[in-house]
């Protein structure tokens, strides 16, 4: 079978490292990919959203199967220009259409959705410029800390909490009249706080059945102790100890299961991937947000752990035979350290010669930001760098890998986080 990938972060490189060793593949194509996937397949010049030149690729190049790796074209609608030509409805995409999206593209949607099909979130109000007066008037009796989501997508940035009221106002204010976050925060959801530790799990669904891949958890906050402004995630960490056999067995009956059924039942045939940001209170899971797409760094730690073929995995979904599989999990653990340059998440240098990669043991080095300049050398090109997956029989032992990596790898300013997994060693 020959396989496109969209995407060029760590976690493509993480799903290409897993699908390249498939005795199903033919070729494997990656758009627009980054260096370190160039052991795993053929490099192709084309962005993530250029559907036309991706959907003519496709014709070329006898592709089987398009795994989309982010959330933008997702949204955007890649799945639906798939389906709307004679030419390309037959091919497989992997990733939902732009209605399934929704459940990351707006959260007044995933909200909604999670009301009505009774799925347990935090208790929410959306408001907009219209109600924007009602908005400011709903925080002066709300509970505090406050959290305020922008319903659209913000690259991540889009959630702010704080326990002053005045901030909340503020910020409540900036989001929709003068529109902090763009049209994306037009609308603004405003939830109860809830405490309590995280985890991130996942879903492959074929719209009708769905299997469970390895849970993960990731850490957000660029500072040691979790400390600091939210990252795209500084590192990850699966198994998750506390998300034990009882409390999994809960996000199934709870949430997973609802969530496929209820989709279904809106006429959303969702073919791909439910990432469900989950939140433990008082040992219950409360669905903290919906991702149409895996995590990131959340995936290089789950593709090490999944054992079985995941081509045969992802061939399943199209004809709606997911029901025919049985994924299983290897028993180790994975950690990744994640490289940032210095400066993230605020302003940051691209451009710095990377070193040493070739001297790091024992780890899958997983490129998110790199690429390769016009001397050849590999060079910084993102804020998120690379990604330093280690195995191990327990979390502390892949640990060590992953931070002897990190410390063996160098360039001007590199930064991560030497604490990933604190919880658990
Ligand atoms: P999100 O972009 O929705 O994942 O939110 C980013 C982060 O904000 C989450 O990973 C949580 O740490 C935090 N967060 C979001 N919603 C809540 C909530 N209702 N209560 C507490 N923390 C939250
Ligand atoms: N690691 C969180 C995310 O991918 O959204």
Not at 148 to 171: Q, R
């Amino acid at each position: 079978m020959n396989i496109l990938l969209i995407g060029s972060g760590g976690r493509e490189n993480a799903i290409a490292w897993k699908l390249a060793q498939s005795p199903l593949l033919s070729q494997l194509f990656i758009a627009p990919g980054n260096p370190g996937m160039k052991p795993y397949g053929t490099l192709v010049a084309i962005a993530v959203d250029d559907f036309e030149n991706i959907g003519k690729f496709c014709i070329e190049n006898a592709i089987e199967m398009v795994v989309v790796g982010p959330e933008v074209p997702l949204v955007k609608g890649i799945h639906d220009y798939f389906l709307a030509s004679d030419k390309l409805k037959s091919i497989s995409v992997i990733g939902p259409d732009s209605k399934g999206a929704m459940l990351e593209g707006s959260k007044d949607f995933s909200k909604q959705f999670m009301k009505k099909y009774a799925i347990p979130t935090a208790d929410y109000q959306t408001f907009d410029s219209k109600s924007l007066d009602k908005g400011l008037a709903y925080l002066e009796t709300a509970k505090p800390p406050y959290v305020l989501k922008a319903d659209g997508l913000a690259a991540g940035k889009g959630v702010i909490i704080t326990s002053d009221l005045a901030e909340a106002k503020a910020t409540l204010y900036e989001m929709i009249s003068d529109l902090k976050f763009g049209d994306a925060s037009a609308k603004v959801v405003i939830e109860q706080f809830l405490k309590g530790l995280e985890v991130s799990v996942f879903a492959l669904s074929d719209g009708k059945n769905y299997v469970l891949l390895p849970e993960a958890k990731d850490y957000k906050r660029i500072g040691i102790g979790d400390t600091g402004p939210n990252t795209g995630g500084m590192g990850a960490v699966s198994p998750v100890p506390f998300a034990d056999a009882l409390f999994m067995q809960k996000v199934n009956e709870r949430i997973i299961k609802p969530t496929v059924d209820g989709l279904a039942k809106e006429n959303i045939l969702y073919k791909g991937f439910i990432f469900f940001g989950l939140i433990e209170v008082d040992n219950e899971p409360f669905v903290i947000e919906y991702n149409c797409r895996m995590g990131d760094p959340e995936t290089e730690v789950v593709m090490p752990r999944i054992k079985s073929d995941l081509v045969e995995i992802l061939s399943k979904v199209q004809n709606q035979k997911l029901n025919e599989v049985k994924i299983e999990f290897q028993p180790f653990a994975a950690t990744t350290i994640m490289l940032v340059a210095g400066g993230y998440p605020d302003d940051y240098q691209k451009g710095d010669v990377i070193t040493e990669i070739k001297n790091t043991k024992d780890v899958l080095c997983f490129h998110a930001g790199t690429k390769t300049d016009p001397n050849g050398n590999i060079v910084t090109n993102g804020g998120r760098v690379m990604a330093l997956t280690g195995t191990g029989k327990n979390i502390t032992e892949a640990l060590e890998k992953s931070k002897s990596a990190a410390k063996t790898i160098q360039w001007k300013g590199k930064y991560f986080r030497d604490d990933i997994g604190f919880e658990f060693v």
